[in-house]
T-cell receptor, first 114, second 114 residues
Framework: SQTIHQWPATLVQPVGSPLSLECTVE??????LYWYRQAAGRGLQLLFY??????ISSEVPQNLSASRPQDRQFILSSKKLLLSDSGFYLC?????????????FGQGTRLTVV | GENVEQHPSTLSVQEGDSAVIKCTYS??????FPWYKQELGKRPQLIID?????GEKKDQRIAVTLNKTAKHFSLHITETQPEDSAVYFC?????????????FGSGTQLTVLP
């Protein structure tokens, strides 16, 4: 069966520090991968998605970046965090290709920038 | 790109009553409309979905309706129970090239009062 792992679960970082959140998927090949951010009391904002290794599409301009070094690994990074980067970050995957199917979410990372 | 609007943002109902959450979408190419439930501190999970070739779908106490002409879809929960309390997200999925993105609504906080 497929599983998705996301870590860390919580993170407190000072302003200006770097960020690296990691997400891995098991049990499937060539998934579509996504990073979402959920601000307090708000919906899910798509940050990045990837349809393959090294292929990253950005949905919103910001000081975050994403990389996909391996088929089932998706990394969210920042060189210098801002206070506004605080939020709940969710990684998700769907079956690759032209299929509308269920999105499976990781357990999320609660990031607090202080 | 796709824009999904969701109403209401908060909804309180008495246990046993029905709850209705409505969403509209902008991209007529969207053909997949899932609903996710997110309990406090947990990851969103799919509860029901509908595709554009279907007008209505039911699963026990949950139903979703789709009006493609008007570009809106709704979630109906009957005989609500306290465990239905959660944030509910609608989403729409257009198909563009070889990528697929889920665009989420802003969420509805449903509270079922005992």
């Amino acid at each position: 069966s497929q599983t998705i792992h996301q870590w860390p679960a919580t993170l407190v970082q000072p302003v200006g520090s770097p960020l690296s959140l990691e997400c891995t998927v098991e049990g499937t090949s060539n998934p579509n991968l996504y990073w979402y951010r959920q601000a307090a009391g708000r919906g899910l904002q798509l940050l990045f998605y990837s349809v393959g290794i090294g292929q990253i599409s950005s949905e919103v301009p910001q000081n975050l970046s994403a990389s996909r070094p391996q088929d089932r690994q998706f990394i969210l990074s920042s060189k210098k965090l801002l206070l506004s980067d605080s939020g709940f970050y969710l990684c998700a995957w769907t079956l690759g290709g032209n299929l509308n199917t269920e999105a499976f979410f990781g357990q999320g990372t609660r990031l607090t920038v202080v | 790109g796709e824009n999904v609007e969701q109403h209401p943002s908060t909804l309180s109902v008495q246990e046993g009553d029905s709850a209705v959450i409505k969403c509209t979408y902008s991209d007529s190419a969207s053909n997949y409309f899932p609903w996710y439930k997110q309990e406090l501190g947990k990851r969103p999970q799919l509860i029901i979905d509908i595709r554009s070739n279907v007008g209505e779908k039911k699963d026990q106490r949950i139903a979703v309706t789709l009006n493609k002409t008007a570009k809106h879809f709704s979630l109906h929960i009957t005989e609500t129970q306290p465990e239905d309390s959660a944030v509910y997200f609608c989403a729409a999925s257009p198909f563009s090239g070889s990528a697929r993105q889920l665009t989420f609504g802003s969420g509805t906080q449903l509270t079922v009062l005992p």
